[in-house]
C-alpha cells in the first residue's frame, strides 16, 4: 500500500509554518520538511510542500497516481474546488469525471487531527506496544485547536483522558518569553542558549509563577496582548528570508513583556526557562498518576526543548521517555501517515525509527551540481581520513552523505563539522557560516562506547533531543561542544 501525507492541506487559509511531507511504501519511509529544500527557514510562503512531496516520490519511485491513501490534517472545512485543482492538475493523482471527484476524494483521502498526528509520530516511531502520550504545543490548527492531550495507547488504541483547546497554554508561555527577548516567533530555542548565561531570580519567578496554573488538563496561561505590532520591513532579507522576523516588531506589548522590561535579558531568559520546565514537571507527577504504564511519549513543540528534555529525564517520573526526531509541527506528516498506515494494518517495526529517510543523491547528480557550479572538486577514496585531518587542522568541513535526515536537527547526513577541541570552532560556526547569535550552543556527536567517560548520565540521545552534562575532567578537552552552563 502505498500512503502519501502532507502538512498542511493543500490551500489552506490559514498561515502555518514547516511545511513538510511523508510518502510510505509498503516497509519504505520517506519524509522532509520543505524549508530544507527552499532554503526559507521554517517555510510557510508557499502553498503546499510541493517540494519536498515531489522529491519523496522522486527518492521511492513512485508516481502521485500510484498513491492508494492521502492523509492531510483536519482543515475547518473541506475546500473541494482547491482540492480537485491540487489532484488533477498538480499532482494529477485523479483523472476521472468532474462529476466522479467527490466520491473518489472520499475513497483515496483522510483527514488527521494535529494533536493526534504528534501522538502518532510518538507512539509509531518508538514502537512502544503500550505508553502513555503527551503532546503540548501552542495551539494546534483550525482543524484541531487543542495545545494540550493526554492519553493511553493500548490495543491497538489511543485513548483520550484530558485535552484542552485555545492559545492560553504553556506553550505560548514560552513564546511571549521569546517575545519580550526581542527575539522572532520561531526562535524560541535561542531562549535556553541565553538562560545558561543567566540567573534565576526569585521575584521574577513569583510573578511568572502566578501567571501559570497546573491541572490535569493541562497548563493554563493568563495571557494578555495589549496592542497589534506592525509589520517591520526593515528586518528583510531577500535571500535569508525569515518572514517571523518581520511580520512582528519584537519585543511587543503583552505582560510577559510588561513584567520583564526591568530585568536582564539573560535573567529573564534562565527565570523563565525555569518556571516553564517546573510547571511542567509538575503537570507530568499529576498525570503518571493516571496510568500503569511505565512508558510515555512527548511531542509537540513545547518538546523541542533540549534543556526541558533533560529535566524530564532526569526525574524518573517515567521508567521510558521517547522524544521523537520532529516534536514540532515539522513531525506532523510522518505521524498522520504512521497512523494511517497503522489503521490498515500493516506491520510495525522491529527498531526505533531512523531519522534518515530525507531525500538523497547519486554522484551523477552531485558531480554535475559541482560542474555548474564551476567548483574545483577531487574524489578521495579514504574520505574520512582526509576529513579527519583537515577538522584536525582547524576546518569546517561540510559533511553530505546518504538520505537526508528528518527533523531539526544536523545528525550526520547533512553537517557541518568543526573540532570541539578548539573553542573557536563555535564562533567560526556561529559568525560565519550560520550568522547565529554568539551564545547559540552546538552540540557534539559521539560515539556510544564512549558515553560513560564523557557524560555524567550515558543516556542515548538518537535524535539529538536532550541536553546531557559533561563530567567536569572533560570539559577543558572539548570547549566548543560544551555550553556556558
Excluded at 58 to 83: G, M, N, R
Excluded at 248 to 255: A, E, F, L, V
Excluded at 327 to 335: R, V, W
Amino acid at each position: 500500500m502505498i500512503i502519501a501525507a502532507m502538512y498542511p492541506c493543500p490551500y489552506d487559509v490559514q498561515d502555518r509554518h514547516d511545511h513538510n511531507s511523508s510518502i510510505i511504501v509498503n516497509d519504505r519511509l520517506y519524509a522532509y520538511e520543505e524549508d530544507k529544500l527552499t532554503g526559507v527557514k521554517n517555510e510557510g510562503t508557499v502553498r503546499f510542500p510541493e517540494r519536498s512531496l515531489m522529491m519523496g516520490f522522486k527518492e521511492l519511485k513512485v508516481h502521485p497516481s500510484d498513491v492508494d491513501l492521502w492523509i492531510f490534517p483536519t482543515p475547518a472545512k473541506i475546500d473541494y474546488k482547491s482540492l480537485e485543482f491540487f489532484f488533477t492538475t498538480i499532482v494529477k493523482a485523479f483523472k476521472g469525471k468532474k462529476s466522479d471527484f467527490k466520491s473518489w476524494l472520499h475513497n483515496h483521502t483522510k483527514f488527521v487531527p494535529h494533536q493526534i498526528s504528534h501522538a502518532s509520530l510518538g507512539i509509531f516511531a518508538s514502537n512502544f506496544k503500550n505508553s502513555m502520550f503527551l503532546c503540548m504545543d501552542g495551539g494546534g490548527d483550525h482543524g484541531d485547536n487543542r495545545n494540550f492531550i493526554f492519553g493511553e495507547y493500548t490495543n491497538n488504541k489511543f485513548k483520550i483522558k484530558y485535552q484542552t483547546k485555545g492559545t492560553s497554554n504553556i506553550g505560548s508561555f514560552h513564546a511571549f518569553l521569546t517575545d519580550a527577548l526581542g527575539l522572532a516567533a520561531n526562535e524560541s530555542g535561542k531562549v535556553s542558549g541565553l538562560a545558561g548565561y543567566g540567573k534565576i531570580n526569585n521575584e521574577l519567578v513569583e510573578k511568572f509563577s502566578s501567571l501559570l496554573t497546573v491541572s490535569k488538563n493541562g497548563i493554563h496561561f493568563a495571557r494578555k496582548r495589549y496592542s497589534h505590532t506592525k509589520l517591520n520591513l526593515e528586518k528583510i532579507k531577500p535571500r535569508e528570508y525569515n518572514r517571523s522576523k518581520f511580520m512582528n516588531q519584537y519585543p511587543s506589548d503583552n505582560n510577559i513583556s510588561r513584567l520583564s522590561y526591568k530585568y536582564l535579558p539573560q535573567d529573564i531568559a534562565a527565570t523563565g526557562e525555569f518556571v516553564f520546565r517546573e510547571k511542567i514537571l509538575e503537570l507530568l507527577r499529576l498525570l503518571r498518576l493516571e496510568s500503569t504504564s511505565q512508558n510515555i511519549v512527548l511531542g509537540g513543540g513545547v518538546f523541542q526543548n533540549v534543556t526541558l528534555n533533560k529535566y524530564i529525564q532526569e526525574s524518573n517520573i517515567f521508567k521510558k521517555c521517547y522524544f521523537n526526531m520532529a516534536s514540532g509541527d515539522s513531525g506532523l506528516s510522518l505521524g498522520s501517515a504512521l497512523y494511517a498506515s497503522s489503521k490498515k494494518n500493516i506491520k510495525n517495526r522491529k527498531n526505533l525509527l531512523s531519522p534518515f529517510i530525507g531525500p538523497s543523491f547519486d554522484e551523477s547528480e552531485i558531480e554535475r551540481l559541482l560542474n555548474q557550479s564551476r567548483l574545483k572538486y577531487k574524489s578521495i577514496k579514504n574520505i574520512e581520513k582526509e576529513v579527519a585531518k583537515l577538522i584536525s587542522q582547524g576546518k569546517c568541513v561540510g559533511w553530505f552523505q546518504g538520505r537526508a535526515e528528518y527533523g531539526p536537527r544536523s545528525l550526520g547526513a547533512r553537517s557541518i563539522l568543526a573540532d570541539p577541541r578548539r573553542i573557536k570552532s563555535k564562533s567560526r560556526i556561529n559568525q560565519l557560516l550560520k550568522k547565529r547569535d554568539w551564545f547559540m550552543p552546538y552540540a557534539p556527536s559521539i560515539m556510544i562506547e564512549y558515553t560513560k567517560d564523557f557524560l555524567d548520565q550515558p543516556i542515548k540521545s538518537p535524535y539529538m533531543q536532550i541536553a546531557l552534562n559533561i563530567k567536569k575532567s572533560k570539559r577543558k578537552i572539548i570547549p566548543a561542544g560544551v555550553h556556558v552552563d
